[in-house]
């Protein structure tokens, strides 16, 4: 990942630092801990903010902006940023990165040709999440965007081979209930609803994203794992091919009514934080999830869900009944179980059935076995944990 350079400072100051770490042992450990819960905090903040904004913004009365433009200048501002971290790589050497690109995206067409498939799926899944975030109420939505934890579950054991926990399975299917309580609750009209609202397209709208996302983020994965790009590398491409089929969608889709409106249409401050958000969220995730293990992570999908539903109450006059706390409150706990690291779960597996343990439990992988693979997908614009929403990276 790019943030590399920032988690290996320490590894990479060498002997000579090892004479402070001695002087201050804790200085480190105080300020990883410190990082953490920043990125606790970020990771929040992020996934909140994105599908708030959104709904903000496709609720403000007024002219509504045209969805597809706010997608495409998204990809157009990740890439232009990736292009400037490749720049600023190169230590600012002009011809060095536009060799470097020539090599990278045009020689090693083959490479690059196969990144046209995942964008083209994240730009499919950008317009559809405006579409279930038009069509639900934001905390609706937030909970239900967790089924990408499943899609991407199931889209890595059928493509990767990778196997699940008992514990993942069942927590899996503790999701499932959870955001099937919800949708029952918002088929049963929990509140009332503006009238030019369509929960059932919305359902349908964010069914299809978590089925995109889980599949796209698995196929980025196997991409990354395949070569020695970096992220930033395949985000630039990704945002070249996201941009020209965001451009073919605009145009299928709302080609006349931009043409004759003006393609930044409906434009106010709130929009534009929409797209900078879209643009910038996931690689700002791609730096801060560098110091946030999985628990961390869980944790911060659980508590954006809360967020959405208290900010939802107050902006939006969402209707919060003890049918919807139910199936949140599963989703939450689906959440936190399925991060579980399968060492921690061995660990207090073993904890608890050792009586006489008075000491801490230390879990150490059975000499001869190698370890479990890590739970890792991808989320458009960075690899993440599956249970992290697109931006979702979002994409």
């Not at 999985?294 to 659980?302: E, P, Q, R, V, Y």
Request: hydrophobic share 50%; aromatic share 8%; with cysteine.
């Amino acid at each position: 990942m790019a943030a590399v350079g920032v988690g290996g400072s320490a590894a990479a100051a060498g002997p000579g630092a090892v004479s402070a770490g001695a002087l201050e042992p804790g200085s480190a450990t105080a300020a990883h801990r410190r990082l953490k819960y920043i990125s606790l905090a970020v990771l929040v903040v992020q996934n909140a903010s994105l599908i708030l904004s959104i709904r903000y913004a496709r609720t403000l009365p007024g002219d509504r902006f045209f969805a597809t433009t706010a997608v495409v200048m998204a990809e157009v501002l990740k890439g232009v940023t990736c292009l400037l971290l490749l720049f600023a790589q190169k230590r600012g050497n002009v011809k060095h990165l536009v060799l470097f690109l020539h090599e990278a995206v045009l020689v090693q067409y083959v490479d690059t040709l196969k990144l046209a498939v995942p964008s083209l799926i994240y730009t499919l899944q950008n317009n559809l999440q405006y579409v279930a975030i038009s069509n639900l109420p934001a905390a609706t939505f937030q909970v239900t965007y967790q089924l990408k934890i499943l899609t991407t579950a199931l889209f890595s054991v059928l493509m990767l081979n990778r196997s699940l926990s008992r514990l993942q399975w069942a927590s899996l299917l503790l999701l499932f209930t959870g955001v099937a309580i919800v949708q029952a609750q918002q088929a049963g009209g929990g509140g009332p609803r503006p009238l030019d609202q369509n929960p059932g397209a919305g359902l349908a709208a964010v069914v299809a994203s978590c089925l995109s996302s889980g599949f796209a983020g698995v196929y980025f994965e196997k991409i990354l794992k395949g070569s020695s790009g970096s992220v930033w590398l395949r985000n630039l491409q990704l945002g070249l091919f996201g941009t020209a089929l965001g451009l073919v969608g605009l145009w299928w889709a709302e080609g006349t009514a931009v043409a004759r409106r003006g393609f930044f249409f409906g434009y106010t401050p709130a929009v534009w934080g929409v797209v900078l958000n879209q643009a910038f969220g996931g690689l700002l995730v791609a730096v801060v999830v560098k110091y946030a293990d999985n628990i961390l992570k869980g944790f911060a999908t659980s508590l954006s869900i809360v967020l959405s539903t208290v900010a939802s109450i107050r902006l939006f006059g969402f209707h919060l009944d003890p049918l919807f706390a139910l199936g949140a409150g599963l989703v939450i706990g689906a959440v936190y179980l399925y991060s579980l690291p399968r060492s921690a779960v061995k660990a207090i597996t073993s904890a608890s059935a050792s009586a006489s343990a008075s000491g801490p439990c230390i879990h150490q992988q059975p000499p001869g076995q190698p370890p479990p693979p890590p739970q890792l997908s991808s989320r458009g614009d960075l690899i993440t944990e599956p249970f992290l929403p697109k931006s979702v990276l979002v994409k």
